[in-house]
Each structure stands twice: as C-alpha cells, then as structure tokens.
C-alpha cells in the first residue's frame, strides 16, 4: 500500500515541472517526420522476410475490416505498394527520417526523468534503430491475424464484437512489446525489467484501447475537412495530427509512469 501511495505520489508531480503538453507537441512533430519512413522500412523488411505477395494479402485483409470513409484504404494501399517497390538502398535511407522520430522521443522522456543524459539526439536515433530492427516481426504478427479479424469486423453483430476482443489483444501484445524497446531503448536512465515490463504492458493496454477509437473515429461520416472550408488536405493532416499528438500524450504518461514505477521499486528494495 504504501508503494502505491508514493506511485500515485511521483505520477502526479512530472519531473521537473515540464509542461507535458508542450513535450507532447514536440514528440508529435518528430512523428510526423518519422512515422512513415518507419512504416515503410517495416513493411519492406517484413516483404523481405515472408514475400511480397503474402504481405500485400494480409494488408487486404485488414483493410477490409477498416471502415471505407476518409481514405484510409487507398492510403494503406498505397503505402504498401511503395514499402514493397523499394530497393535495398531507399530502405535505409528512409531509415535517417525515422531515426528522428527517436530523438524526439528522447527529448520528451528526458523531461519525465531525472536521469541524466548526454548525446540525447544521436542516442535517441540509435534507440530508435534498435526498435526498428524488431518492427517487421510485430507488423507481421498483427498482418497474420488480418485474415481472421477482418472479416469479424466485416460482419458486424457478435462477429463483431469478438473481432474488437481478439484484435485489442493482439494489438495489445505488439505495442507493449514495442514499448518495452521505446522505454527501454530510447528514454534516459535504465529501467530496471520488472517495472519496464509493467510500465508497458500496462501503457500498451491504454493504447491498444485508444487506436480502437481511432478505428471508430474513421468510421463517423463527418468529413475532416468541414472545419477548413472544405480543403480536404488540412483536414485530413489536422484530424491524424490531432489524434497522434493525443497518442504521446498518453505515451509520455505511460513512460512517466514506468520511471516513477522503478524509483518507488529501487527505493522498497534499498530499504532496511
């Protein structure tokens, strides 16, 4: 009990009294550098690994059971179709904009932490290249349960409600193993592996839960552009970029969490 009260104590106060908003932003521009480029590199990698034929399958697959409104599968599509035509040496030259994406994470979780750091930017990369190397095999793991979840999903009734269950899990199970690299790998400090693994399966559980109200999200025919006059471009980077900077926020949180988790553990186990 006492643990949880200083838990509870240490999540409250962020350190050192940065505005965790603004950090939020900062991580979401990054993202918006370097998302992409590691989704392509992802799904290159994972075209190597199984084929492309196999990959562009189960990417159908999936899309099927995505709502159809706002462009999201010709999106999708389109994304995969350049992720697979890529030669070897445009795949790891996308890999510089997506190391960014890490060294944004970085200077955020720094402000979460009291650990001290050096070299935030270049380590950040680094971190981010460690977590790129396993990204191919958690998009093949979500890719491989496509055929089965999408069609659930296409159904609607029950069929649909299981399809939600089975795909929260899955989703659950690769974000938090991907969490374990981010907080792992790119945050300052070192985490001890007990708190890092309830830190993010704990925060993989929140997220898995957010991208199923994206998933929502996509299906309210409300056109994004309706608050911009029209224009369908601002519309659509305002709506993703809206819901991305959402995502950090609990992200940031999340790692937040984990490092207060780990001081209130070391502290129990130094204690008489």
């Known amino acids: 009990m006492n643990r949880l009260r200083r838990l509870a104590t240490e999540v409250r106060g962020t350190f050192p009294g940065s505005d965790l908003s603004l950090w939020a932003a900062g ?3 990054f ?3 370097g998302i992409a480029p590691l989704a392509l590199a992802s799904l290159w990698a994972a075209g190597g690994l199984v084929g492309h034929d196999t990959v562009t399958a189960a990417m159908d697959a999936a899309i099927d059971g995505l709502p159809d409104g706002h462009g999201t599968p010709e999106a999708l599509r389109t994304l995969t179709s350049v992720a697979l035509s890529m030669s070897w040496v445009q795949a ?3 890999l ?6 890490g060294e944004g994470l970085r200077r955020a979780f720094r402000q979460m932490s009291a650990a001290p750091d050096t070299l935030t930017g270049w380590r950040g990369r680094a971190g981010l290249l460690g977590v790129a190397v396993v990204a191919p095999l958690l998009l093949l793991a979500v890719l491989a349960t496509a055929p089965y979840v999408g069609p659930l999903y296409d159904r609607g009734g029950w069929s649909l409600i299981w399809g939600i269950v089975v795909a929260f899990h899955v989703i659950w199970l690769t974000l938090s193993t991907a969490l374990v ?4 790998l790119i945050g300052p400090g070192r985490i001890a592996w007990r708190p890092l693994l309830i830190g993010a399966f704990s925060s993989g559980a929140i997220l898995a839960g957010f991208l199923q109200g994206f998933i929502l999200f996509l299906a ?3 056109p994004w552009s309706a608050p911009f006059g029209g224009l369908p471009i601002v519309g659509a980077v305002s709506a993703l970029v809206l819901w991305l900077y959402l995502l950090h926020i609990l992200v940031l949180c999340g790692f937040r969490a984990t490092v207060a988790l780990d001081e209130v553990w070391r502290a129990g186990d130094t204690a008489p």
């Open 92 to 94: 790891l030259v996308v």
């Open 96 to 101: 510089f904009p997506a190391s960014l994406y």
């Open 31 to 33: 993202g918006v550098i």
């Open 181 to 184: 690299g981010v907080f792992g």
């Open 220 to 222: 309210i025919p409300i």
């Open 27 to 29: 991580a979401t521009f």
